[in-house]
């Protein structure tokens, strides 16, 4: 049985900075794509960031985190992470770790974070609360 644990959320100040990490569990970690969502209240779920596989040498941003949020894998320790620099109020939203496809090209990763598609085992999420 597949099981992603988060941890690191919490609340921060405007410019501040936490880092996520995902303990996964019940699959051979590096075969998947992993992927971090978000979502606020009264809004959708947004893909985040995602990493490909093995190595994890692709790596997909939306726009509005470009330039301050890092993804991260460490497969010996099975654990996904998400560094997440000069944090705006905007980001705060539950944030969900979850397992995708087999996937190792950019376009690949990029297509699957933006629809989520071929996502089938998440966390329960870690919540993270920016205050202006």
């Known amino acids: 049985q597949v099981r992603l644990v988060e941890s690191g959320g919490g609340s921060v100040q405007s410019g501040g900075s936490l880092r996520l990490s995902c303990a996964a569990s019940?699959?051979?970690?590096?075969?998947?794509?992993m992927g971090w969502f978000r979502q606020a209240p009264g809004q959708e779920r947004e893909g985040v960031s995602c990493i490909s596989n093995r190595s994890g040498g692709s790596t997909y941003y939306t726009d509005s985190v470009k330039g301050r949020f890092t993804i991260s894998r460490d497969n010996a320790k099975n654990t996904l992470y998400l560094q997440m620099n000069s944090l705006e109020p905007e980001d705060t939203a539950m944030y969900y770790c979850?397992?995708?496809?087999?996937?190792?090209?950019?376009?690949?990763?990029?297509?699957?974070?933006?629809?989520?598609?071929?996502?089938?085992?998440w966390g329960q999420g870690t919540q993270v609360t920016v205050s202006s």
């Open positions: 979850a397992a995708g496809p087999r996937y190792s090209l950019l376009s690949s990763v990029s297509y699957a974070c933006r629809t989520a598609s071929g996502f089938r085992n």
């Open positions: 019940g699959l051979t970690f590096d075969d998947y794509s």
